[in-house]
């Protein structure tokens, strides 16, 4: 179903209502979670985008135009604007540490609930109404198969011991039959005892919702004490 290109205030309140409605839903899902563009965030930002289109079907002009004259009309300046605005704030959720990512999600998220925003904001109430559904399915019932993925994760794995090469021979070894791999990064002298760290990278692939690797940690430290273990990837969010 598709609104007049002259709204009326009936016709705006509509857009807004549905624009607030799809923020509120899909906005929950996130401040659920404890993202930092959660529940305010996401209405804001659909409302925003609503608005705009709102604001281009107000400013167009169409009396006395004929229905071929819109082809040749820049309709879609504003909007387009908004997006790319809406790519910064985007891009301000995403944090980087090393190889550790956090917040495209959100990001896609944002610019997703903008894009719904202007559908509705024009007047497009089925296909916005649409692609809140298929973003509430998405990141509500299709995060249970996301978590059962498997995927690569990574850790730094640090070791202290008195100092002796077959470390370097014995931890891949070591963790290989659990599915594991390790590979020697550096070897660090404590200036304050006669221990030497190893460093080493673990990899494996597991999926999400699997268990820390316990017992892999505590099969090492039988042999080899562990002085630190520390992811180094993220699923993204």
Not at 78 to 83: A, Q
Not at 207 to 230: G, N, T
Request: proline share 6%.
């Amino acid at each position: 179903m598709s609104m007049p290109l002259e709204p009326s205030w009936p016709d705006i309140a509509i857009r807004l209502a549905l624009t607030m409605l799809a923020g509120a839903i899909i906005g929950f899902n996130r401040g659920a979670r404890g993202h930092a563009a959660g529940f305010r965030t996401t209405i804001l930002v659909g409302l925003a985008a609503s608005v705009a289109m709102i604001q281009a079907n107000i400013l167009l002009p169409v009396s006395g135009k004929t229905p071929g004259s819109f082809a040749v009309m820049d309709l879609m300046r504003l909007p387009l604007g908004i997006l790319t605005g809406v790519g910064f704030i985007g891009g301000g959720t995403i944090l980087k540490k090393g190889d550790l990512v956090t917040g495209v999600t959100t990001a896609a998220t944002l610019w997703l609930m903008t894009v719904i925003g202007l559908c509705l904001g024009g007047g497009q109430l089925i296909l916005g109404t649409a692609a809140t559904v298929l973003a509430v399915l998405t990141l509500w019932a299709l995060k249970w198969v996301d978590v059962m993925i498997p995927r690569e994760h990574r850790a730094r794995l640090v070791v202290r011991c008195v100092a002796q090469w077959n470390v370097l021979e014995e931890v891949p070894r070591l963790v290989e039959p659990m599915k594991y791999r390790a590979r020697f990064q550096e070897q660090r002298r404590s200036p304050d005892s006669e221990n030497t760290d190893y460093v080493f990278e673990l990899s494996w692939r597991r999926p999400e919702r699997a268990s820390p690797p316990v017992e892999l940690l505590q099969m090492i430290d039988r042999h080899f004490p562990v002085k630190l273990f520390e992811l180094t990837t993220d699923n993204g969010r």
